[in-house]
């Protein structure tokens, strides 16, 4: 006979999760994605610019600038999410090298931002140029320019491959934290010339060992992600069959963040075109994207513009 006490405290547990599944699938609908914007003129004053980054308050556009050898890191401020952007600001020094540096993220918290750069690597032959991830802090969140001189994450991650587009994500729910990035390292059999890995900080705040990501990997070029809030959408930069043009904006979902991601989707041709688009990045309430494109269908100022899409979040 069953033993109803055992029985219907798991099924409480069931039910409460299928209730969360669905509380949290029903908070995650939004619109379909707007028709890109350029960025116009004032922004997308380089050779190339790219792989743009948002703060958290929506009033810094971090992105790169300038010939596609030897990028820095620019950025541009407004008043108010309304508000037109004003003239792009090089950062200084403690960022920018004389070599490429490009791709920021930023921590939840705004004190830390990670990027790639190309400078010599303590991790690798010096007389080869290839990407490292870098960290650099800053005292008061809200300084653009008061950046500390940035610092390699070291051998654990970094090594003799391009590893670079770091995404860092703070997993309330399982208590961990995580950084996405991409490599050019030996893949398993599946992946492509760059693959997405994840590494865990450890507790002596230290990056772990990537660890390859099968289910966000493609057998072409993955190079940038960007993940939602809430680590249940993660957008990424690829070149996979099924696409648009020669590199796509592609989504993943999961349920919860210790589920496996989605097989990822194809943003399709109202967001990506036939020509080069990638370097997603997204506004800390999930409703707007910016990235870079090659696309020449529509008025553009460089080799690489900065596009904007836009999307609303649907009543739950």
Not at 150 to 175: H, K
Request: charged share 20%; glycine share 8%; with cysteine.
């Amino acid at each position: 006979m069953t033993n109803n006490r055992k029985v219907w405290p798991r099924l409480v547990i069931v039910l409460a999760a299928v209730l969360i599944t669905s509380l949290t699938a029903r908070a995650q609908q939004f619109s379909d994605w707007s028709a890109p914007v350029n960025l116009g003129p004032l922004i997308n004053f380089a050779e190339s610019n790219q792989h743009p980054a948002i703060s958290k308050d929506g009033l810094s556009l971090y992105y790169s600038a300038g010939p596609l050898n030897s990028l820095d890191i620019w950025v541009s401020q407004r008043a108010s999410v309304d508000d037109e952007w004003g003239p792009p600001q090089k950062l200084g020094p403690n960022v920018n090298s004389d070599y490429s540096d490009l791709s920021p993220n930023f921590t939840p918290d705004g004190h830390w931002m990670y990027f790639q750069s190309n400078r010599p690597s303590p991790c690798a032959n010096p007389a080869i140029l290839t990407l490292d991830l870098y960290v650099t802090h800053r005292k008061d969140r809200r300084d653009d320019f008061g950046w500390e001189p940035a610092q390699n994450l070291g051998c654990v991650i970094n090594g003799p491959y391009d590893e670079g587009g770091a995404t860092y994500f703070q997993d309330d729910q399982l208590d961990v934290t995580l950084l996405y990035f991409t490599s050019t390292r030996p893949a398993p059999p599946g992946g492509g010339d760059f693959d997405i890995y994840v590494s865990t900080l450890q507790p002596d705040e230290t990056w772990g060992p990537g660890v390859f990501v099968p289910e966000l990997s493609g057998p072409g070029r993955d190079t940038r992600t960007a993940i939602r809030k809430d680590g249940l959408e993660m957008f990424i930069s690829a070149g996979r069959p099924g696409g648009v043009g020669s590199q796509d904006i592609w989504v993943s979902t999961r349920a919860t963040t210790a589920d496996k991601w989605s097989t990822p989707a194809n943003l399709g041709p109202v967001v990506n075109s036939t020509a080069f688009d990638g370097a997603p990045a997204l506004s800390w309430d999930g409703t707007t994207l910016y990235f870079f494109s090659e696309r020449t269908d529509v008025t553009h100022y460089g080799k690489r513009d900065l596009y904007v899409t836009t999307r609303t979040k649907l009543p739950e």
